[in-house]
């Protein structure tokens, strides 16, 4: 159950840290040191001033926190020892049920990243498809020390405003959420695209395909619901399957054997995870076009 | 080696014969019938008296002619004991070396037919995907038996136009060859798109993609050689990947770590074998469009 | 002001009918027919009553009612002398204030038109523009007597439906307001174009322009208010221009001397006049594309 | 009649300077530069010397000689009194014959210009349209000297090059010749669209229009001949009209009475007088897109 931001800018200050010590991992003493600034005005403040508190930290105790991050898709995950946030974090993205190889591969980019930083990788995985991660993981071993260490900040500062964002409610909360959403042109007809059988796919590592969601259009060519939305998008690619082909024959146009067009495909890549993006399909049986649209 | 139409012209009637004894299958009859029509203007006059001999035979002729077909990657097929052209049109296709799965549904469906019809099922496979071959073997069973004997007689049209045009030269020709093509114009920069990586897949019946063809754009767009030429298209479904998001960082544009557009999909279908289809991909690194194209 | 359609249900019969009379041109008598019919539970309703009042009646009260309304841009208009409603609405289109040749020409019409079919030509004028009046006039004399009373009389539907989406409030209003709507966007960058002005133009009969609106995208890439609502559109030709030009200088994109595009210009019909249309705009500095959107 | 550049280097000195002395206007002694340099293997390679002669020349010199070129649009240009290939360039673009509004605002920018820069406005005027050359005129009054000097040599290599193209023949004709086509694709029957009407305009300083070419499109979609050819385009804005309405009714499309789309209108701009400018229109009845094609 989410507090108000109005009870923890009024409770105790031992209140105040129990309910938000484990919001950075380990840490209570990020809380303890914002406890005193209270009243904040919004939610948006009280993450920020947690920020400035890590930033404003020795280096030694900002490595020192970073340290009290799990490995990713480690041995803890797997043991489950870990603190119940990261948990359910790594378990949505499937990190703790990985194949023996994809773990040994982990394990390695682990280590090599731990003896080159002396501190595990971070990210934020609920921003992020697993693909995305790993690319990410590969890409920052490459970076220097201080590009790093300010990276896995920004990451921090990421986990951080969610879990905020899901423990405490109150004016000015941080926008999390990213949105998805579709839209069908019939251009044959001059008219919304309805009953269009669409599904939304996120692209693995060897292009493998995994469904997220099955819908279809409604009358004004659009989806009841967005295709995602309510939390972070995850950066990543993706594809849209439009079953065009079945939509006119429907209408009774009259397709050839083999229609020149039958399930349409955009394939698309999503890279801000709290940005809004719309992915119309304008077409005919022989025609159709795409744009990231608004 | 071809035969020239003015020698064939010429040739005593049994050399004739011996010469297009084959083209239609087990049927030296059909290149008898003709012989005293000689001589032909146009190859494609040979053809269409040779059609018109076996449509006005008797039935019985017409059914005994089929029957002399061999059942589409049948027993026969595997052993080998079929006349040359069928076997390596049958090749063509992999009907020669299906998986014991496959082998056992092409059973069940010959069996199906030849119950139904009384002659095995005929279809010119140059001019299909597998795919496409099994679609027509389910859909032609549902027929009535005139329609289907028509459909057969059609097919036989077909194979044995593509076998006297392997096997004969000269004037009036008849035209087998289809042609695929495709055109990237970049619409960021106003230009032809040069050095785009394109690869072209025939989609498999559980959309399996099998690569047909690797290539990239020259300076105006295009690819030095068609995608496909030469000879029939088969009938079926392809898709087209286009490398966009590498040739747009390749030339300067910044994109983001997940592109909107890195690799472009498009997924058609080519219905008439001898057709001229022109697959062309406008594109920014934030939209695109096709459309069938001359 | 307009009264509520619950104080017309209660009224006394002589105050509805005083309240109603002038709804259909001089014929009191339609009210009256449906006074007893009350209470409607809404404007659509009452409509329809009085409609069905006039198509019930016998076909020399009908021809007598529709010989009541005046000609169109004719002497009475010009001399003022016809109900105010038609006055008005005449007005709107500008028929009260023709050119000598334009009013010779109506002349000719409405004489051609009268003697042919015996009433004056009538036509819902809130819902063309002038050009698609003329168009119609022009279609409709060559109609035969039943189909062209068929065709006034439903023009009498969308004449008064609209006096009484004014005179009456109340529940179930007619739909009588049509909607045109844009939206541009901005494929070179991968976003809404703000800022782009905007020009809507109604096409005139030779061709020449009138600007009805000029405004500017906000953010989003949309206009505030829409380009025309708020009552039926004319159906008839208009014109947007888009200064996408300017828009993409702006935005620091270096431009050709001559641009290749500058001024964008989409030309489209509008025929329903309570329709929604959607007309976006797709656009880089070299590439653009419309369509009937929703 | 043009003379063979192998005539020309094998003439003697005195012919080939009677036969070149007048490409550069009144400056016989540019082609006697050159003589000695002779053979050329070019007519490209003519050209470059008899420019660098004039680029080596001092500085008086150069002067001179672009103060023997008559005033744009001038008195000398109204009485006739120009050289020939002046005159008929100049009358090419209708400078010859101006309104008297027109005449006196040339009159004030050559008098400016000339004040300025101590030489007459120089100008390619067979590249560009009038409207181009009068916002060159403006623009380049704004440039200091330097850069204004540099300016009228390369107007002047614009124009020699095109004389030396009339009046030599040879190898390595210098390209002077840009082309303008167009394509129309229908995508709501997935073919090109022939006999479309297709007018093309050059667009006046007031947005007025000037019909170049009215042709209809042929069975592949595209114009018999170019749109434009056979010389440089002048750089400026047009309009194509493709009356898009007409073919779909013709094909027994059924279209609302005011069509969504009848007549599509492009406006496009030609900035390289020497480029391939290739505009298709691809559309439906109720969409369309262009873009810079090639």
Redesign the interface.
């Known amino acids: 159950m989410p507090i108000s931001l109005d009870h923890l800018n009024a409770a105790p200050a031992p209140e105040f840290v129990a309910a938000l010590g484990e919001i950075f991992e380990h840490a209570p003493w990020v809380a303890e040191a914002v406890t005193s600034q209270r009243p904040f005005a919004t939610v948006t403040a009280l993450h920020a001033a947690m920020i400035n508190a890590v930033r404003a930290s020795p280096a030694e105790t900002q490595i020192g926190f970073l340290r009290g991050h799990p490995d990713l898709a480690g041995k803890a995950a797997r043991a489950g020892d870990i603190a119940e946030a990261s948990k359910s974090e790594q378990a949505g993205l499937g990190l703790d049920r990985l194949s023996d190889a994809d773990y040994d591969e982990m394990l390695r980019l682990n280590t090599a990243y731990t003896e080159k930083f002396g501190f595990p990788f971070i990210v934020c995985v609920r921003r992020k498809t697993r693909v995305?991660v790993i690319?990410d993981f590969v890409r920052r071993i490459g970076n220097d020390r201080t590009a790093e260490l300010n990276a896995a900040l920004g990451e921090i500062g990421y986990i951080t405003r969610l879990r905020l964002a899901d423990a405490v409610t109150g004016p000015g909360m941080p926008d999390v959420a990213g949105h998805l959403s579709t839209h069908v042109?019939d251009?044959?007809?001059?008219?919304?695209a309805g009953d269009v059988a669409i599904t939304l796919f996120e692209i693995g590592r060897e292009g493998e395909r995994t469904a997220l969601k099955v819908t279809r259009t409604n009358d004004?060519?659009r989806t009841d619901e967005p295709l995602l939305h309510g939390g972070p998008l995850r950066?990543?690619?993706y594809?849209l399957l439009f079953e065009i082909g079945d939509y006119f024959r429907t209408r009774g146009v009259k397709l050839?054997?083999?229609?020149?067009?039958?399930?349409?495909?955009l394939?698309?890549?999503?890279?801000?995870p709290e940005g809004r993006y719309h992915v119309p399909l304008?077409a005919?049986?022989?025609?159709?076009?795409?744009?990231?649209?608004?």
């Open positions: 995305a690319a042109l251009s044959y007809h001059g008219q919304p004004n060519g950066a990543g690619q594809e050839p054997d083999q229609p020149f067009l039958d399930d349409v495909v394939r698309f890549g999503i890279d801000a304008v005919t049986p022989w025609s159709y076009s795409t744009y990231r649209g608004s």
